[in-house]
């Protein structure tokens, strides 16, 4: 909640200058679209991810992102015969799979390729602050069930240590957005990052919000 109250103050001075002139003529030099990005999505390592951003369009020709991913997935280093940790309370059957958590912060700009009158694609390239979690994995021996009163358990086959590391990573992204109204509209984006840590891929179906700068219907 503080990351997306963070963003939505630096987006607000934004959307207010654009609403405080009626023409785009009179509107910050350069600046042709300015809008807050929320997605959620899949990611490599049978994983899931969500982001908001701010994506700002300069001049017809650039763009430029600051985003913040979330992602959890499985470790990159999962042993092919890792059987996680699994059994059942009371008939109630419960698994648990290890997974990593990884945050990213990066700033990006590219391209910005206009397609019609309201829509549009970006292409990026930029660094990233990535926080992430590193498993290590160590055979266990002792892995057969434990039977009690209400249920078994059946032990994984390797025992795990995370550990939480903070490192420098390059991000390459692309995006897809339609404005279907003057301060709302959808898209789709991937991404990918290359860290020390771990690197994933991932996608996003997205709702983008406001000022669109929607270019008006040629009249016949």
Not at 13 to 35: R, V
Not at 93 to 115: E, H
Not at 124 to 129: D, H, L, N, Q, V
Not at 164 to 193: E, H, I, P, Q
Request: hydrophobic content about 35%; some cysteine.
């Amino acid at each position: 909640m503080k990351k997306l109250t963070f963003f939505l103050l630096a987006f607000l001075p934004f959307y207010s200058l654009k609403a405080q002139n009626s023409s785009s003529t009179t509107a910050a030099p350069g600046l042709k679209k300015i809008y807050l990005q929320a997605g959620a999505g899949g990611c490599s390592q049978s994983g899931g991810n969500t982001e908001i951003g701010l994506q700002a369009i300069i001049n017809n020709r650039w763009s430029t992102t600051f985003s913040y991913h979330n992602l959890m997935m499985n470790p990159g280093n999962l042993p092919k015969d890792y059987r996680p940790g699994s059994g059942f309370i009371l008939f109630f059957p419960y698994s648990d799979n290890i997974q990593v958590d990884m945050k990213m912060f990066s700033l990006t700009a590219g391209r910005y390729f206009p397609i019609g009158r309201n829509c549009w694609f970006t292409g990026e390239a930029g660094f990233s602050i990535v926080n992430g979690e590193k498993v290590s994995f160590q055979p266990a021996p002792g892995s057969d069930p434990v039977y009690f009163i209400f249920g078994v358990d059946h032990p994984s086959n390797y025992s795990t240590t995370k550990e939480k590391k903070t490192k420098m990573g390059g991000m390459l992204r692309a995006d897809f957005n339609w404005a279907f109204s003057s301060f709302a509209g959808l898209g789709g984006g991937v991404f990918t990052n290359f860290n020390s840590i771990q690197s994933p891929m991932g996608y996003q179906v997205k709702l983008i919000l406001g000022w669109m700068h929607r270019e008006k219907k040629i009249k016949r």
